[in-house]
């Protein structure tokens, strides 16, 4: 079975903060696929980044970061600099590697940016 | 152009009644899915179609039909609407294992109000 946990329900900062979202996740599969989305006002499912459990490497993308680690089974996300446009429910989710495709997401955390 | 296009947008209706969401991805994806998104923002996967063929029934009510007509397509079709089903259905399409990057596109959500 498969598992994402992100205990954070809400979290609300002031601009101009850095924030970091927690997801811990469980899985036997030995290859697996992290991935986070955003979830804004509008209610679409905004795709932010994928990562394989091969790949240990720490991303960046302008303002965005995600710190993987295999060892605590974590895949955090990290906003630096937030603006209030960040205000939105972010999403992590996990997809093993067996026959059944889908994404098992976690509960989501409320990010409330505010002027 | 919409990769995966869900309708209709906004489905209000009364309890008892027969209704359909409908889902087309132009993508070429092979995989189709169903997610439920609850009041508290959970997202739950419901059933996943591979060419055609279901491949993950969770445990859904069997008011709920999923139909496959072809692989573009992934039509949701529920029976005697109770106030419980009120939620947002998102469908999503993926492909193989070996992935583009992206890997799932998310429609823009049905939002659906029972009566």
């Known amino acids: 079975a498969q598992k994402v946990t992100q205990a954070q329900t809400e979290i609300s900062v002031v601009e101009k903060e850095d924030v970091t979202l927690d997801c811990v996740y469980e899985?036997?599969?030995?290859?697996?696929?992290l991935f986070w989305y955003k979830q804004p006002p509008s209610g679409e499912l905004v795709f932010l980044i994928r990562?394989?459990?091969?790949?240990?490497q720490n991303e960046i993308s302008g303002r965005y970061s995600w710190n993987f680690q295999k060892s605590t089974s974590s895949f955090n996300f990290t906003i630096t600099a937030s603006q209030v446009v960040d205000s939105a429910v972010y999403f992590c989710?996990?997809?093993?590697?067996?026959?059944?495709?889908?994404?098992?997401f976690g509960s989501g955390t409320q990010l409330t940016v505010l002027p | 152009d919409t990769a995966v296009s869900q309708t209709p947008k906004y489905l209000v209706t009364q309890m008892g009644n027969d209704k359909s969401i409908k889902c087309e991805q132009n993508?070429?994806?092979?995989?189709m899915y169903w997610y439920k998104q609850d009041s508290k923002k959970f997202l739950k996967i419901m059933f996943s179609?591979?060419?055609?063929?279901?491949?993950i029934n969770e445990t859904v009510p069997n008011r709920f039909s999923p139909k496959s007509p072809d692989k573009a397509h992934l039509n949701l079709h529920i029976n005697s609407l109770e106030l419980g089903d009120s939620a947002v259905y998102f469908c999503?399409?993926?492909?193989?294992?070996?992935?583009?990057?992206?890997?799932?596109?998310f429609g823009s959500g049905t939002r659906l109000t029972v009566v």
């Open positions: 989710a996990l997809r093993g590697s067996g026959s059944a495709r889908q994404l098992t």
């Open positions: 993508l070429g994806h092979d995989t």
């Open positions: 999503a399409s993926s492909q193989k294992p070996r992935d583009i990057p992206y890997g799932y596109t």
């Open positions: 990562r394989n459990s091969f790949d240990e």
């Open positions: 899985t036997r599969d030995t290859t697996y696929y």
């Open positions: 179609y591979n060419n055609k063929e279901l491949i």
